[in-house]
C-alpha cells in the first residue's frame, strides 16, 4: 500500500512538473542541434534566474538569442520616443474631465512626484506603466535596474552573440499606444482607481511565474482582462496574431543555428502559445525539469 502511494505522489508531481516550466527545448524535425525557448517576465529581477534549473547550460549551448524586438537597435529610442507623445491638438487634459483629471493629478503627483501637467502631451498608457510601475517598486522594492527580461540580450552584446528580433519596434509600439487616446484615458483613471486591485493582480501573476505555472497564468491573464475590459479581440492581436507571425519566422532561424528564443511568459502556453505552434510543425517540444 505505501508503495503504491508513493507511486501515486511521484505520478501526480511528474505531471504538475512537465505543466510548470519555463524553459523548454525544441529538438527533432531535421534540427542539427536543439533550441531552447524560455517565457519571460518583465516585474521579475534578474536573481531569479539563477533558480531555474538549465537555464544558463541551454543559453550557453546556443547561438543566436531571438527577443520579441531587438532592444539596442539605434532607432529604439526615437520611436518610443514618438511613439509616446500625443497629437499636437491633444492633451491629457482635453482627454479627461475636470474632476477625473484633478482626481489622477493628484495620485500621480503623490506617486510620481511629478504633476499631470507636466506629463500632459505623454500618451495615457505609458503614464499609466509608470505609475504601474511606481507603485510596485513602493510595494515589491523592486529595483528596475535589475529586471530579467533584458538580461539574454545584454549578455549575446557582451559575447557577440547575435540577436535577432521577431518584430520591429514600431510594431510594438503600436500595440503598446494605441490610437485610441481617449479610451487608454479612462483606462488610467480606472487604473488608479483600481490600484489596490492592481497591485494584488501584479503578486499574483509574479507568484505563479515564479512557480512556473505558466497555464495558470494564461488562466489569470485572461481573467485580468475581463476585469480591465480587454476584449477578446484585442487580446487576439496582442497576443495570438503575434504568435502566429512568429512561427512562421521561426523555422528559418531554428535551421540556421541554434536558438535561445526569449519572449514574454504568455507566448508560450494556449492553442496558439509558442510551444503548441511549434509542435504543429513537427518539432518536438519538451520541458526541461
Known amino acids: 500500500m505505501k ?100 482626481f489622477a493629478n493628484e495620485e500621480i503627483t503623490k506617486t510620481l512626484r511629478m504633476s499631470l501637467n507636466s506629463l500632459n502631451k505623454m500618451h495615457p498608457s505609458l503614464i499609466a506603466k509608470f505609475y504601474e510601475l511606481e507603485l510596485y517598486k513602493t510595494v515589491e522594492h523592486f529595483d528596475e535596474n535589475t529586471k530579467s527580461d533584458s538580461y539574454f540580450q545584454l549578455v549575446a552584446a557582451q559575447k557577440g552573440i547575435p540577436v535577432v528580433g521577431l518584430e520591429t519596434v514600431e510594431k510594438q509600439l503600436n500595440l503598446l499606444f494605441p490610437k485610441n487616446y481617449q479610451k487608454e484615458a479612462q483606462l488610467l483613471i480606472e487604473t488608479i482607481r483600481n490600484k489596490d486591485k492592481l497591485i494584488g493582480e501584479i503578486n499574483e501573476m509574479n507568484q505563479m511565474y515564479r512557480k512556473a505555472k505558466i497555464y495558470e497564468l494564461e488562466k489569470l491573464a485572461s481573467q485580468s482582462n475581463k476585469r480591465w475590459n480587454v476584449s477578446e479581440e484585442e487580446n487576439y492581436v496582442l497576443v495570438d496574431e503575434r504568435n502566429i507571425d512568429w512561427i512562421r519566422q521561426l523555422p528559418e532561424l531554428l535551421n540556421k543555428s541554434s536558438c535561445f528564443i526569449a519572449v514574454g511568459v504568455l507566448h508560450l502556453p494556449g492553442t496558439n502559445g509558442l510551444i503548441n505552434l511549434l509542435k504543429k510543425e513537427g518539432y518536438k517540444v519538451t520541458a526541461i525539469n
Not at 23 to 47: A, C, D, V
Not at 60 to 79: G, H, I, M, R, W
Request: proline letters at 5%.
Open 3 to 102: 508503495k503504491y502511494n508513493l507511486f501515486i505522489l511521484i505520478l501526480i508531481f511528474s505531471l504538475n512538473a512537465s505543466q510548470a516550466q519555463l524553459l523548454w527545448k525544441i529538438s527533432g524535425h531535421g534540427l542539427e542541434k536543439p533550441s531552447y525557448l524560455f517565457g519571460t517576465h518583465h516585474l521579475i529581477p534578474i536573481q531569479f534566474l539563477d533558480s531555474v534549473p538549465g537555464l544558463y547550460k541551454a543559453f550557453n549551448s546556443t547561438q543566436t538569442v531571438v527577443s520579441e524586438v531587438v532592444l539596442n537597435n539605434l532607432d529604439t529610442a526615437p520611436a518610443i520616443q514618438r511613439a509616446a507623445l500625443l497629437p499636437d491638438s491633444i492633451t491629457i487634459q482635453t482627454l479627461l474631465s475636470k474632476t477625473d483629471y484633478d
